[in-house]
């Protein structure tokens, strides 16, 4: 019997490394000794050593040379793209500076701003609506309060927004009651605390538009005069406008962007839409993709506001290893004992309960392979968020960091360090960005839909752009016990939501289909009715492991109509019922399922896009559709937002709404600065394109 730490395999590639059998089981499961003879880790330059892991730079993140020309058409359409959204930020002040003319009783032009106190490096807030203030503004020189051009406009209409706390709470009834039994006696509750009845305090503008600073009952001093402040640049803002019309005007605005439209593009069907041509979502093969005709078929689905998935992308990479034990130990090893030891344990959302549970490391990672359950046998369903932060990923781990960019497509607009088309790459290093990612996201998953703990990200829309690739998975299957068990409790689910006047949407559970979908890549395979959300009978070998669905941003007043009518229907925190619905996608309190789903399509016609994913594959999610996400395996997933110039309108629009929302909102702050970006990335545009005109 041979010792797997005695026995080594040579490479006799470069002759000098040297793996152990053990190593090679645990850390290369997917390599024979064979191939590892032939040729080792090392030299395909993925090695899992802890010197390989910890360094950057091994790896060329970026796949393709945009040459002078591309770039000055790149810059081109970025101008052109950004100038409306700018002259609106230059009109917007310009009307401002018009007040204070009149206030002042002067002629606008000899209006004099002062400066504002605010470190170029610190973000600035409304203390009213929480948006980020980009240039002007109005500040109180005694408490510095500030305040935003749009609620300076609402105060002087009388129709400021009420920014109201509101209740998030939801009770606990304990363990039991979340599996059908009756609530505990004594119950508690979580959450945030509002006041729904606050006192409507009056905060009016002067008849000459001046504001005095906001009542105390609103966070201001009420005492003084509010003073019109600048931080950019004096006149940056009309500097900018001026520059960009002249390039505009003397290169022109249209460009050579035609794309193919031949039919011949590589497309998934992800649903029955009747009466429309996007039912086909474009799905092109990595190795494809650093075509141009590729690129502009893209941009083409890009624009029209279509997710895009892209096949294969780690067949570009090196094949590092994203077995989550492979990134626990590097993170261990690169840290001093102390800080290791807080990596020993994690804190990870339990999917059932909605609440965050301490649990070690090495716990976690073994239930992501092997499944964990209650002492019921239902399926105990964990999340890790955003781990390592995101903050420290690259430094971390800053081997996985460079893979996973060098797996982006087209990353002229995912590139989070140089992406052209990137707005978020445009910012100067002295100010501070907004968080972006990458982001890792680990999590169990099962093939079933138990509807109730399932492992899902809710329903919710983002701020930006995003592209999220899949790259690990572990398939853990229930066994024949587990699965009586659960049938048993979903008859006591059914039976709790009936006695609590929760209609359900569904067949009785034993009719209930497994929630699946299967993609065909082959169109001719596609013939008869297509039910999106069923599995065909002998396709489960070609099934994914993340079903995804994603909205239509035209469909989202009916999906929000539908959630508004049907919130009773659903369960959130502790498995309480939804009690309150302030926003029904930006709360984050529901996940339809399959029979939710079907109701939808019934009721008002509208469904999403559904589809799998599958290792490998990269999902694009434009800003403003709406989606969520219910793992069929374990997952590990690495995602990264961008900004795209074609989605800027629905960032800004995602902007406002957020700045509607109740005060203690999970979502309300403006964490994107999406009128920052654009400014700074005209002024950098602006910038490259005189260097490679004058060059």
Not at 9 to 25: A, E, F, G, M
Not at 83 to 100: A, D, S
Not at 164 to 189: C, I, K, N, W
Not at 394 to 408: G, M, T, V
Request: overall charge negative; proline content about 6%.
């Amino acid at each position: 019997m041979r010792s797997d730490r005695r026995i080594v395999v040579p490479c006799t590639k470069c002759k000098s490394k040297l793996y152990c059998i053990q190593c090679i089981k645990q850390w290369y499961p997917n390599m024979s000794e064979v191939e590892i003879a032939e040729l080792c880790p090392f030299c395909r330059r993925n090695c899992n050593c802890n010197l390989c892991l910890h360094s950057s730079g091994i790896v060329k993140t970026v796949k393709t040379d945009i040459s002078d020309g591309e770039k000055v058409q790149h810059l081109l359409y970025l101008i052109k793209t950004l100038f409306p959204y700018l002259k609106q930020i230059y009109e917007e002040q310009t009307e401002e500076i018009e007040v204070e003319a009149n206030i002042q009783g002067i002629p606008s032009s000899g209006i004099t701003i002062p400066v504002s106190s605010c470190p170029s490096d610190e973000r600035v807030y409304c203390n009213h609506c929480a948006t980020s203030i980009v240039d002007l503004h109005r500040s109180c020189p005694k408490c510095c309060y500030e305040l935003c051009l749009s609620c300076c406009k609402e105060i002087r209409k009388g129709n400021l927004l009420r920014c109201t706390a509101v209740d998030f709470q939801y009770v606990e009834r304990g363990f039991d009651y979340m599996h059908g039994e009756d609530p505990l006696p004594e119950s508690y509750y979580m959450g945030t605390v509002g006041n729904d009845v606050e006192p409507l305090t009056e905060w009016n503008a002067n008849k000459d538009g001046s504001i005095i600073c906001a009542p105390k009952e609103m966070g201001g001093c009420g005492g003084s005069l509010l003073q019109l402040k600048h931080i950019l640049p004096e006149d940056r803002i009309l500097d900018l406008k001026e520059r960009a019309e002249q390039v505009m005007m003397k290169f022109g605005t249209e460009q050579a962007r035609n794309c193919s439209t031949n039919g011949s593009e590589m497309v998934k069907r992800a649903s029955s839409r009747e009466g429309t041509d996007d039912n086909y979502l474009y799905c092109p093969a990595s190795h494809d993709i650093l075509k141009e005709e590729e690129f502009l078929n893209f941009q083409r689905h890009w624009a029209k506001g279509e997710p895009v998935i892209v096949c294969n992308v780690l067949e570009q990479t090196t094949g590092l290893s994203w077995e989550p034990m492979v990134m626990w130990r590097a993170l261990c090893e690169n840290m001093d004992s102390k800080m290791s030891s807080k990596m020993s344990e994690v804190k990870a959302e339990e999917c059932l309960s909605s609440c965050q549970v301490d649990i070690s490391t090495r716990q976690f990672f073994k239930g992501y392979t092997e499944g964990r359950s209650y002492d019921n046998l239902w399926p105990e369903m964990l999340k890790l968020k955003d781990w390592p932060p995101s903050d420290k990923f690259e430094n971390l781990l800053p081997r996985h960091c460079d893979e996973f960019i060098s797996a982006l497509p087209f990353q002229e607009y995912t590139d989070p360090r140089a992406g052209f088309l990137n707005l978020a790459v445009k910012l100067p290093n002295t100010i501070l960005k907004p968080d972006l990612g990458p982001k890792t996201y680990i999590a169990y998953g099962i093939a079933e839909e138990l509807g109730r703990g399932d492992s899902v990200t809710k329903l919710h829309c983002d701020m930006s752009d995003a592209v999220n690739i899949l790259t690990h998975t572990a398939e853990v299957v229930l066994d024949d016990n587990q699965r009586l068990a659960v049938k048993r409790l979903k008859k006591k689910h059914q039976a709790q939501d009936k006695r609590e006047n929760l209609v359900p949407p569904c067949q009785q559970e034993e009719d209930l289909p497994i929630s699946r979908i299967t993609v065909t890549e082959n169109e001719d395979e596609e013939e008869g009715p297509y039910f999106p959300g069923f599995l065909p009978p002998g396709k489960t070998q070609k099934t994914g492991s993340a079903l995804w669905d994603i909205f239509r941003r035209e469909d989202v007043p009916k999906l929000q109509d539908y959630l508004r009518k049907h919130s009773k229907e659903f369960r959130h925190v502790f498995c309480s019922p939804v009690n309150r619905v302030v926003h029904p996608i930006h709360d984050q309190s529901f996940y339809l399922t399959l029979e939710h789903k079907k109701k939808l399509k019934e009721e008002y016609g509208i469904e999403p896009w559904t589809f799998e994913q599958r290792i490998g594959e990269a999902v694009f999610i434009p800003a403003g559709c709406p989606h969520q996400v219910r793992n069929l395996k374990s997952c590990t997933k690495v995602a990264v937002d961008f900004v795209s110039p074609e989605n800027i309108h629905e960032c800004i629009r995602l902007t406002e709404e957020f700045r509607q929302l109740p005060k203690n909102h999970r979502v309300r702050e403006d964490k994107l600065e999406i009128k920052k970006m654009i400014v700074y990335a005209v002024a950098q545009s602006l910038k490259d394109f005189y260097l490679l005109a004058s060059g």
